[in-house]
């Protein structure tokens, strides 16, 4: 392009090429920055004033450059701006979604707290209640009046109440296990928060029916890796698709990230990619970036099996 741009120079210095150099200065503040591309375009402007010396006095060629730059420049901040305010929107947009699938996880943590509560408020207290009506019930029936064999007798009534009593207790039993059962967070929530945010690549979303995940914090670091791994995906790799996917074994919980990008060869770990293998490292897992047979990047992060605290 810079080629296409000299030659233009040359050919029309005052025709087309003021046009095309605006063009470029916003092509290169988006792709290079905006000092990358000031520097390049003032050696642009530089050479151009030297074509435009040959065919106009040098008061009117500085006039003419001045403006075209002029122009370059409206073009370069104007892009900046754009630049910057579309990082800040897309930043909101992860932090935001980095709450929700956060606030996804508390949620879940939340509703097994609270029925951890209620099997021990039932079992501690209905329970015992349970428990002493059974016993007094059983001494009345100890107590009742005399037979002709000489045998207590107890009430129809009172034999119901005992009978009732009984399917009660063993009722609030079942109800407790029941409610004492822990069958793990779904991150299916908090993957669909952290997807939703980016219009661009399409992003699948795959978690098995039995990966739940047994402890708050196995979840939030699962989810931290996946969303750091979206993230670069979005910003490095220009995938066109990326497949978040959660599985589990007997003894793993396993997130595997996968795109169709364009890795990076050798493959460079930078902040982000530390700070997700030490995560996974500090609850005994194993973490792992290699490149895809189509050239993309795959992000494998892989938990112990534990029972929640």
Same mark, same amino acid.
């Given at each position: 392009?810079? +080629?296409?741009?000299?030659?233009?120079?040359?050919?029309?210095?005052?025709?087309?090429?003021?046009?095309?150099?605006?063009? &470029? !200065?916003?092509? &290169?503040?988006?792709?290079?920055?905006?000092?990358?591309?000031?520097?390049?375009?003032?050696?642009?402007n530089l050479f151009l004033l030297f074509v435009v010396l040959r065919s106009f006095p040098p008061n009117v060629a500085l006039l003419l450059v001045g403006s075209y730059a002029g122009?370059?420049?409206?073009?370069?901040?104007?892009?900046?701006?754009?630049?910057? +305010? /579309?990082?800040?929107?897309?930043?909101?947009?992860?932090?935001?979604?980095? &709450?929700?699938? *956060?606030?996804?996880?508390?949620? =879940?943590?939340?509703? /097994?707290?609270?029925?951890?509560?209620?099997?021990? =408020?039932?079992?501690?207290?209905?329970?015992?209640?349970?428990?002493?009506?059974?016993?007094?019930?059983?001494?009345?029936?100890?107590?009742?009046?005399?037979?002709?064999?000489?045998?207590?007798?107890?009430?129809?009534?009172?034999?119901? !109440?005992?009978?009732?009593?009984?399917?009660?207790?063993?009722?609030?039993?079942?109800?407790?296990?029941?409610?004492?059962?822990? /069958?793990?967070?779904?991150?299916?929530?908090?993957? !669909?928060?952290?997807?939703?945010?980016?219009?661009?690549?399409?992003?699948?979303?795959?978690?098995? /029916?039995?990966?739940?995940?047994?402890? !708050?914090?196995?979840?939030?670091?699962?989810?931290?890796?996946?969303?750091?791994?979206?993230?670069?995906?979005?910003?490095?790799?220009?995938?066109?698709?990326?497949?978040?996917?959660?599985?589990?074994?007997? =003894?793993?919980?396993?997130?595997?990230?996968?795109?169709? %990008?364009?890795?990076?060869?050798?493959?460079?770990?930078?902040?982000?990619?530390?700070?997700?293998?030490?995560?996974? +490292?500090?609850? %005994?897992?194993?973490?792992?970036?290699?490149?895809?047979?189509? %050239?993309? *990047?795959?992000?494998?992060?892989?938990?112990?099996?534990?029972?929640?605290?």
């Open positions: 392009m810079l +080629a296409a741009v000299a030659a233009l120079l040359l050919l029309s210095p005052t025709t087309t090429t003021p046009v095309l150099l605006v063009i &470029l !200065a916003s092509v &290169l503040t988006v792709r290079l920055g905006i000092r990358a591309a000031a520097a390049i375009l003032l050696v642009a122009f370059q420049a409206f073009a370069v901040f104007a892009t900046d701006a754009m630049r910057r +305010a /579309d990082d800040a929107a897309t930043q909101l947009r992860q932090v935001n979604a980095h &709450l929700l699938a *956060t606030r996804s996880l508390l949620a =879940e943590s939340a509703r /097994d707290s609270e029925r951890l509560r209620l099997s021990r =408020e039932l079992h501690d207290v209905s329970g015992h209640k349970l428990t002493a009506l059974k016993l007094n019930l059983a001494l009345l029936a100890r107590e009742g009046g005399p037979t002709v064999t000489g045998l207590p007798t107890q009430p129809p009534a009172l034999a119901t !109440a005992r009978q009732l009593a009984d399917e009660l207790l063993n009722d609030l039993r079942g109800v407790v296990s029941q409610l004492r059962r822990f /069958d793990g967070i779904d991150l299916r929530a908090a993957l !669909a928060h952290l997807a939703a945010p980016f219009p661009a690549p399409l992003i699948h979303v795959e978690v098995a /029916d039995d990966a739940r995940i047994e402890a !708050a914090d196995q979840a939030e670091a699962l989810t931290s890796v996946a969303q750091e791994s979206l993230t670069n995906a979005v910003r490095h790799a220009a995938a066109r698709h990326v497949w978040l996917r959660v599985r589990a074994t007997a =003894e793993a919980l396993e997130l595997t990230v996968e795109d169709d %990008g364009r890795a990076s060869k050798p493959l460079q770990e930078g902040n982000g990619i530390r700070g997700m293998r030490e995560r996974i +490292a500090d609850l %005994g897992g194993s973490f792992a970036v290699t490149t895809t047979a189509g %050239g993309g *990047t795959r992000v494998v992060a892989t938990l112990p099996r534990r029972n929640a605290p």
